[in-house]
């Protein structure tokens, strides 16, 4: 990845991932967050939950540690947030699965 790519990913994927690792990691121990998203090969884990746990260590380099996997995974959490909040669906969202699938993936949409 180029670094003027990487720059914008850094940027972008830090302007949507607005909880912090320890949000995200309290967030990732609750029922709600465990049964939310898509689950595949039957490891009991969705994949929104499994990028969380991936989010919470990508937040926790330090900026210049970053491996080219982990822009492609932040490059991935971009698209998947920007996809996700353009479905919010209507009415209170609070307690939703839409949101909660968002959380997993390290963005709340009420702390916009």
Excluded: C
């Excluded at 320890?22 to 898509?38: F, H, P, R, V």
């Amino acid at each position: 990845m180029a670094s003027d790519e990487q720059r914008r990913t850094w940027d972008e994927f830090r302007d949507l991932v607005n909880m912090t690792p320890s949000e995200l990691e309290k967030w990732l121990d609750t029922d709600e967050s465990q049964a939310a998203g898509q689950h595949k090969d039957g490891d009991g884990e969705s994949v929104g939950h499994a990028s969380g746990r991936r989010i919470v260590s990508i937040l926790r380099k330090k900026k210049g540690d970053l491996s080219p996997a982990d822009y492609d995974h932040m490059s991935d959490v971009v698209g998947y947030v920007r996809r996700h909040r353009a479905q919010r669906p209507s009415g209170d969202v609070r307690d939703s699965r839409w949101r909660h699938s968002l959380m997993n993936w390290g963005h709340d949409p009420l702390a916009e």
